[in-house]
């Protein structure tokens, strides 16, 4: 595979799942037993990431992922791209929904197989740091 190709195979990911917020894109761009490891767990199969990612969606209002950059490996079978969430919490983390603007980068390492579908999406997250910034913001509100 060309790399240019594995580079716009994650980003088709990127829009159709989560830009255009279709977790269901899914179906036609991950291998059945894809796996998602974020956040210290790792969801396995197709059914479990969408589901995962359709609850992720729901607990942020006005979602929107923007792509920093992408590049890949030479072998053109891992992708890493930085990336920026916006939004508003509706419930991010299991925290009360306050609609707190929320902002969180992250980097993910996409494995590209050969025959174009994604195996494994491996995230790092500025998760803690919303998580902190929701906490003192519900602490304002009382």
Same mark, same amino acid.
């Given at each position: 595979?060309?790399?240019?190709?594995?580079?716009?195979?994650?980003?088709? *990911?990127?829009?159709? =799942?989560?830009?255009?917020?279709?977790?269901? %894109?899914? $179906?036609?761009? #991950?291998?059945?037993?894809?796996?998602?490891?974020?956040?210290?767990?790792?969801?396995?199969?197709?059914?479990?990431?969408?589901?995962?990612?359709?609850?992720?969606?729901?607990?942020?209002?006005? *979602?929107?992922?923007? =792509?920093?950059?992408?590049?890949?490996?030479? %072998?053109? $079978?891992?992708? #890493?791209t930085r990336?920026?969430?916006t939004g508003?919490?509706?419930?991010?983390?299991?925290?009360?929904?306050?609609?707190?603007?929320?902002?969180?980068?992250?980097?993910?390492?996409?494995?590209?197989?050969?025959?174009?579908?994604?195996?494994?999406?491996?995230?790092?997250?500025?998760?803690?740091? #919303?998580?902190?910034?929701?906490?003192?913001?519900?602490?304002?509100?009382?």
């Amino acid at each position: 595979m060309n790399t240019r190709t594995a580079v716009e195979i994650a980003n088709r *990911f990127w829009r159709e =799942v989560w830009q255009e917020r279709n977790p269901d %894109a899914a $179906d036609h761009l #991950v291998a059945d037993d894809f796996a998602i490891t974020s956040g210290g767990r790792t969801i396995e199969s197709r059914e479990a990431f969408k589901r995962w990612a359709t609850a992720l969606l729901a607990s942020i209002a006005d *979602f929107r992922f923007d =792509v920093v950059e992408s590049f890949q490996n030479e %072998a053109g $079978d891992r992708v #890493v791209t930085r990336w920026v969430v916006t939004g508003r919490n509706r419930g991010f983390m299991g925290s009360p929904a306050c609609y707190t603007p929320i902002s969180m980068t992250g980097t993910a390492v996409l494995h590209v197989r050969e025959d174009g579908l994604l195996q494994h999406n491996w995230v790092e997250r500025s998760a803690l740091e #919303v998580q902190r910034s929701l906490a003192a913001a519900a602490h304002n509100l009382f």
